[in-house]
């Protein structure tokens, strides 16, 4: 932690929000010694409750705030547990307390701790007792020149506690994972996802998109030009112009290298970060920003600084001048080009391979704003073929703000699944959709107005057919807020929450009880393994998400196919294992997992079991992910991941299912 150091005359602590800046420096390394040495035991009261006593031992000149005050942002001192332990009241002082006036806090009247620290706080446990149990202490401790905000890690021994089950034991550790039989299917199917192409195609789309907006169109024509008015010849002007969109496409491309990094050091991270709750606050918040800006309530720019400094640099003398245009004219367009890309990014990292994914889109969306460079460097005689900047621009663009509403719902509702809060049901989902839908259509008809859009604006042909079709959209999207089978929206599986997240009673729907094509799932592997022993089926482990698009695609267009939903209810046990569930796990199943690279991993939620539980025995992070194992815990065929195609996927069930009856045997 990084100490502070006060100028006496100033009380700078005396307003909240300054104080909450020094929570800051307590993320950096230690400068000094800690001036305080920490000790907790627990003495037990009852079955599940329990007396903490911390005892502190202060260096010399250091006091310890005692008490909380509201009108400085001062917080007391206190340990803290997570869920789902509760402490049930605040820490009670062991030893007299020192008021007194402190000058960091100008000259106000605090109460503290001088030499030792002693409190007492209670604990109730909700469930297993462990063995150890684990705090976080928080507080503010400071000398005569110094503040610190204080944050240790302690661990407590419970008497009466029980040791942490062991890691993986049971059904999570299978006996093997060898083929019921040497050529059980002979080649091995690989599934049909083709996202890369899918993904680059997106990409490049969101390019041509982007050259649309009024950041980057007016800058295309003053570019070429610029290359062929000071370029000797021909050649040169095509030479400059395809080193430019060179540049373009390798700078997008090297702006996807950190994920490799990231992904490279702890795989699976991308898919834990675009499943995690708060990212996906954070980027329903950005995305929300991303839309205002488009709407004009602000200017979204990056600093004159840096884009001064890279257009100081461009020039067409050499490479590096080249080079610095084209960034020069990737910070400049930013404020139009960053929704795009935004979305762009999570996207990939929502999907398998993220990292890569990303490259691919990445390359897509550099591609598709390099070409025109490189294009009308080699015809110029295009550039008075393109069409006048105008209102046209500034419409693509608030046009462009209710596509960004629509995916900042989309955060929220990833949030919403893995939370399990049922703020954004289903029908309220596509309910807030259709409100932007037809907002964007009124929009584009002329009948919604923004301010500063000109009255007497003449609705063109093509604005108005745009118009159109999204009213359409929105037309197709009124089915779903009811309860009918016409509210599946086969052609957003994925996007909407899954149809069981609902504000109807889904268990007598009419999508049920048109013909019960959904299969039943078990959500506990223990009991579906025990399914599989008493019926002689195989099991169907399904790694999944909330937040997983592909897999609700699987399951509202694949899984929903007759032949493939008849094979999973009467072939098959499936159990869907939820890699993003964020509930707690029991305190005693919690643990460690060290894998044989030597990395540990924390397992503390259901998520954290069933993600290492792939990893170790599938070598897989991406979901979904279809694993058949008979009752043996034997590998019927080869997993298979996202697979859009029903006969493949399909023959793929059908090859595992094939199997003889003998590699089914059950093991007594």
Same mark, same amino acid.
């Given at each position: 932690?990084?100490?502070?150091?006060?100028?006496?005359?100033?009380?700078?602590?005396?307003?909240?929000?300054?104080?909450?800046?020094?929570?800051?420096?307590?993320?950096?390394?230690?400068?000094?010694?800690?001036?305080?040495?920490?000790?907790?035991?627990?003495?037990?009261?009852?079955?599940?409750?329990?007396?903490?006593?911390?005892?502190?031992?202060?260096?010399?000149?250091?006091?310890?705030?005692?008490?909380?005050?509201?009108?400085?942002?001062?917080?007391?001192?206190?340990? @803290?547990?997570?869920?789902?332990?509760?402490?049930?009241?605040?820490?009670?002082?062991?030893?007299?307390?020192?008021?007194?006036?402190?000058?960091?806090?100008?000259?106000?009247?605090?109460?503290?701790?001088?030499?030792?620290?002693?409190?007492?706080?209670?604990?109730?446990?909700?469930?297993?007792?462990?063995?150890?149990?684990?705090?976080?202490?928080?507080?503010?401790?400071?000398?005569?020149?110094?503040?610190?905000?204080?944050?240790?890690?302690?661990?407590?021994?419970?008497?009466?506690?029980?040791?942490?089950?062991?890691?993986?034991?049971?059904?999570?550790?299978?006996?093997?994972?060898?083929?019921?039989?040497?050529?059980?299917?002979?080649?091995?199917?690989?599934?049909?996802?083709?996202?890369?192409?899918?993904?680059?195609?997106?990409?490049?789309?969101?390019?041509?998109?982007?050259?649309?907006?009024?950041?980057?169109?007016?800058?295309?024509?003053?570019?070429?030009?610029?290359?062929?008015?000071?370029?000797?010849?021909?050649?040169?002007?095509?030479?400059?112009?395809?080193?430019?969109?060179?540049?373009?496409?390798?700078?997008?491309?090297?702006?996807?290298?950190?994920?490799?990094?990231?992904?490279?050091?702890?795989?699976?991270?991308?898919?834990?970060?675009?499943?995690?709750?708060?990212?996906?606050?954070?980027?329903?918040?950005?995305?929300?920003?991303?839309?205002?800006?488009?709407?004009?309530?602000?200017?979204?720019?990056?600093?004159?600084?840096?884009?001064?400094?890279?257009?100081?640099?461009?020039?067409?003398?050499?490479?590096?001048?080249?080079?610095?245009?084209?960034?020069?004219?990737?910070?400049?367009?930013?404020?139009?080009?960053?929704?795009?890309?935004?979305?762009?990014?999570?996207?990939?990292?929502?999907?398998?391979?993220?990292?890569?994914?990303?490259?691919?889109?990445?390359?897509?969306?550099?591609?598709?704003?390099?070409?025109?460079?490189?294009? +009308?460097?080699?015809?110029?005689?295009?550039?008075?073929?393109?069409?006048?900047?105008?209102?046209?621009?500034?419409?693509?663009?608030?046009?462009?703000?209710?596509?960004?509403?629509?995916?900042?719902?989309?955060?929220?509702?990833?949030?919403?699944?893995?939370?399990?809060?049922? +703020?954004?049901?289903?029908?309220?989902?596509?309910?807030?959709?259709?409100?932007?839908?037809?907002?964007?259509?009124?929009?584009?008809?002329?009948?919604?107005?923004?301010?500063?859009?000109?009255?007497?604006?003449?609705?063109?042909?093509?604005?108005?057919?745009?118009?159109?079709?999204?009213?359409?959209?929105?037309?197709?999207?009124?089915?779903?807020?009811?309860?009918?089978?016409?509210?599946?929206?086969?052609?957003?599986?994925?996007?909407?929450?899954?149809?069981?997240?609902?504000?109807?009673?889904?268990?007598?729907?009419?999508?049920?009880?048109?013909?019960?094509?959904?299969?039943?799932?078990?959500?506990?592997?223990?009991?579906?393994?025990?399914?599989?022993?008493?019926?002689?089926?195989?099991?169907?482990?399904?790694?999944?998400?909330?937040?997983?698009?592909?897999?609700?695609?699987?399951?509202?267009?694949?899984?929903?196919?007759?032949?493939?939903?008849?094979?999973?209810?009467?072939?098959?046990?499936?159990?869907?294992?939820?890699?993003?569930?964020?509930?707690?796990?029991?305190?005693?199943?919690?643990?460690?997992?060290?894998?044989?690279?030597?990395?540990?991993? @924390?397992?503390?939620?259901?998520?954290?079991?069933?993600?290492?539980?792939?990893?170790?025995?599938?070598?897989?992070?991406?979901?979904?992910?279809?694993?058949?194992?008979?009752?043996?815990?034997?590998?019927?065929?080869?997993?298979?991941?996202?697979?859009?195609?029903?006969?493949?996927?399909?023959?793929?069930?059908?090859?595992?299912?094939?199997?003889?009856?003998?590699?089914?045997?059950?093991?007594?």
């Amino acid at each position: 932690m990084m100490t502070w150091n006060a100028t006496p005359q100033l009380p700078l602590l005396r307003y909240p929000a300054l104080l909450a800046l020094l929570f800051l420096f307590s993320l950096a390394p230690a400068a000094a010694q800690p001036p305080v040495r920490w000790q907790v035991s627990a003495k037990q009261e009852t079955e599940n409750t329990y007396t903490l006593t911390l005892q502190g031992s202060l260096s010399p000149g250091w006091h310890v705030y005692a008490e909380a005050n509201p009108q400085l942002g001062l917080e007391g001192l206190r340990l @803290e547990a997570t869920d789902p332990y509760s402490i049930l009241e605040a820490p009670r002082p062991l030893l007299p307390l020192t008021p007194g006036q402190d000058p960091l806090l100008g000259d106000e009247w605090v109460t503290s701790y001088r030499d030792t620290v002693a409190l007492a706080q209670s604990l109730c446990l909700q469930g297993p007792v462990p063995a150890t149990l684990s705090l976080t202490l928080t507080g503010f401790a400071a000398s005569r020149d110094t503040f610190l905000p204080l944050r240790e890690e302690l661990s407590v021994a419970l008497p009466g506690g029980q040791e942490q089950s062991t890691p993986l034991a049971g059904p999570l550790r299978l006996a093997s994972l060898e083929l019921a039989r040497a050529s059980a299917c002979g080649e091995t199917v690989t599934s049909g996802d083709g996202s890369f192409p899918t993904v680059f195609l997106l990409g490049f789309l969101g390019g041509l998109l982007a050259l649309l907006t009024p950041c980057v169109f007016p800058m295309v024509p003053l570019t070429v030009t610029y290359f062929t008015s000071r370029a000797g010849s021909k050649r040169q002007a095509l030479r400059h112009g395809g080193l430019f969109g060179a540049c373009i496409l390798v700078i997008y491309l090297a702006c996807s290298l950190p994920f490799h990094v990231l992904d490279g050091v702890e795989p699976g991270i991308l898919n834990s970060l675009s499943t995690n709750v708060w990212v996906n606050l954070f980027f329903f918040a950005i995305f929300i920003g991303f839309a205002l800006s488009f709407f004009g309530v602000f200017e979204l720019t990056l600093p004159s600084s840096l884009t001064n400094h890279a257009d100081a640099k461009a020039g067409l003398g050499s490479l590096g001048g080249i080079f610095f245009l084209a960034i020069t004219l990737v910070l400049v367009s930013f404020s139009c080009t960053g929704p795009i890309l935004g979305t762009l990014l999570v996207g990939s990292l929502s999907s398998d391979s993220g990292a890569w994914q990303l490259t691919a889109g990445m390359g897509g969306f550099g591609l598709a704003l390099a070409l025109p460079f490189a294009l +009308l460097a080699l015809f110029p005689g295009w550039l008075q073929r393109l069409p006048r900047s105008g209102s046209w621009l500034s419409t693509m663009k608030k046009s462009l703000a209710f596509v960004e509403l629509a995916l900042a719902l989309k955060f929220l509702s990833n949030a919403d699944l893995v939370a399990q809060w049922g +703020l954004l049901k289903r029908e309220v989902f596509i309910g807030l959709w259709l409100l932007l839908a037809i907002g964007l259509a009124l929009y584009l008809l002329g009948i919604l107005r923004f301010p500063g859009d000109p009255k007497s604006q003449e609705i063109g042909r093509v604005r108005r057919m745009a118009g159109l079709l999204i009213l359409i959209f929105a037309l197709y999207l009124a089915p779903g807020l009811g309860n009918s089978p016409q509210g599946s929206l086969r052609l957003l599986s994925g996007f909407p929450p899954p149809w069981h997240y609902s504000l109807y009673s889904r268990e007598d729907s009419p999508q049920n009880a048109q013909d019960s094509v959904q299969p039943h799932v078990v959500n506990n592997l223990e009991k579906a393994f025990e399914l599989a022993k008493e019926q002689q089926k195989p099991l169907l482990l399904d790694f999944t998400g909330y937040a997983c698009v592909n897999c609700r695609k699987m399951e509202e267009q694949v899984w929903t196919a007759p032949a493939i939903s008849k094979l999973l209810r009467e072939e098959v046990i499936l159990v869907s294992l939820y890699v993003d569930d964020r509930q707690p796990l029991p305190l005693t199943e919690r643990f460690t997992y060290t894998g044989a690279d030597g990395t540990s991993r @924390e397992v503390r939620t259901i998520g954290d079991k069933w993600s290492t539980f792939q990893a170790l025995h599938f070598g897989q992070v991406t979901q979904p992910l279809y694993v058949l194992l008979n009752p043996d815990q034997q590998l019927l065929n080869q997993p298979i991941g996202y697979t859009p195609d029903e006969q493949v996927y399909g023959d793929w069930l059908r090859c595992g299912l094939d199997v003889p009856s003998t590699s089914r045997r059950i093991v007594q």
